[in-house]
């Protein structure tokens, strides 16, 4: 855990009109729950704030508030340069190394403005004048929840802000479910439903969007891709570029299938190759103690949390594959 104090946090924000929030490379609804949630709170203080994402992110992400103001900075880099030349203060949401951000970390590291990392992820780099980092927090949204709490910001928590923390918190936990879950996520949950906002609705709004083609997409993969290497609790799946255009693959089209094999009993490690964006992009999920954030860092130019991490390669899928099923005993050894 690295935690500035909170006077150090208002006295920067006081001096500061200018903001601009960063996030990561394909930003997930943790990435961009925690942005907009940060936009809106910010907002609300009266100061002129941007949020820039690398790439662009999911169709399921849209409704969320304030979505339309998001800079995307692969099709507006010369209004995201600008806008980084003037800000005084940088916020950068949910990764821990420029790395993440791509051509967009070039542009943060000359910026002058000084940056303020919230983030969950394992070993933050450097780059930060000041730190919220804790690897315990189930999602950066339950951060950005405890940041706005610190600064005695609670009572301007509306059904606005609460959409968006909530759904970092429901799509960073597997809705609920995965070990970083306890009653402090819960205690948070509860006080965003009080200003309104509905569980049920904001679930369907992200989860039940499917295209068909996505969903057979879904079954393709667990009917004829999915492979358990022997004698392991292991298993991953394949994609082709060839085949997730067969499938008309659209940006987060594989999101959530990585996770479909831990429903076979005693598997512990999931993995998930996809071909594409020059390069392979790969997915690991493990059980307990498997560390799957040290293998991402050390094999596959990676990295994340314990049970959740990824990685590229610029090898062929096959060597890729190949690559991770003589490195699996390792793994789970
Ligand atoms: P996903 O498999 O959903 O893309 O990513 C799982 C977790 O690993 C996320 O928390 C994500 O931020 C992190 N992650 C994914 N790809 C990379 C990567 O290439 N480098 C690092 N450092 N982290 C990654
Ligand atoms: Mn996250």
């Given at each position: 855990?690295?935690?500035?104090?909170?006077?150090?946090?208002?006295?920067?924000?006081?001096?500061?009109?200018?903001?601009?929030?960063?996030?990561?490379?394909s930003p997930d609804g943790d990435a961009m729950g925690s942005s907009l949630g940060l936009y809106h709170y910010l907002k609300s203080l009266k100061k002129t704030v941007t949020v820039v994402v690398p790439n662009d992110y999911p169709d399921f992400l849209e409704w969320l508030p304030g979505n339309k103001h998001v800079l995307v900075f692969e099709k507006d880099s010369a209004k995201v340069n600008k806008l980084l030349a003037k800000a005084h203060i940088i916020f950068t949401l949910d990764f821990n190394t420029l790395k993440r951000i791509e051509k967009l970390g070039i542009e943060i590291e000359k910026a002058v403005a000084p940056k303020i990392i919230i983030d969950h992820h394992q070993q933050p780099d450097n780059y930060a004048s000041l730190y919220f980092h804790d690897v315990n927090a189930c999602s950066t949204c339950e951060l950005i929840y405890d940041f706005i709490e610190g600064l005695g910001g609670k009572k301007l928590i509306d059904k606005k802000i609460a959409s968006c923390l909530y759904v970092g918190i429901m799509t960073d936990t597997g809705s609920f479910r995965y070990p970083s879950v306890n009653s402090k996520t819960h205690l948070i949950i509860s006080e965003l439903l009080k200003t309104g906002i509905m569980p049920s609705d904001i679930h369907s709004a992200i989860y039940d969007t499917y295209s068909e083609s996505r969903m057979r997409l879904l079954g393709y993969a667990l009917s004829k891709k999915?492979?358990?290497?022997?004698?392991?609790?292991?298993?991953?799946?394949?994609?082709?570029?060839?085949?997730?255009?067969?499938?008309?693959?659209?940006?987060?089209?594989?999101?959530?299938?990585?996770?479909?094999?831990?429903?076979?009993?005693?598997?512990?490690?999931?993995?998930?190759?996809?071909?594409?964006?020059?390069?392979?992009?790969?997915?690991?999920?493990?059980?307990?103690n498997i560390d799957v954030n040290t293998f991402a860092r050390n094999y596959f130019n990676g990295g994340g949390h314990i049970n959740a991490a990824g990685g590229k390669t610029y090898d062929s899928l096959e060597k890729t594959v190949e690559k991770f099923v003589s490195l699996a005993h390792e793994l789970v050894k």
């Open positions: 855990m690295r935690k500035d104090t909170f006077p150090k946090f208002k006295a920067l924000l006081k001096k500061s009109q200018n903001v601009v929030i960063v996030t990561h490379w999915m492979t358990i290497i022997e004698g392991l609790p292991v298993a991953f799946i394949s994609f082709t570029e060839a085949e997730l255009k067969e499938f008309g693959y659209k940006k987060g089209d594989t999101e959530g299938i990585v996770n479909y094999p831990f429903a076979i009993k005693g598997i512990k490690v999931c993995a998930l190759f996809n071909e594409g964006e020059g390069g392979i992009k790969l997915s690991f999920r493990s059980k307990g």
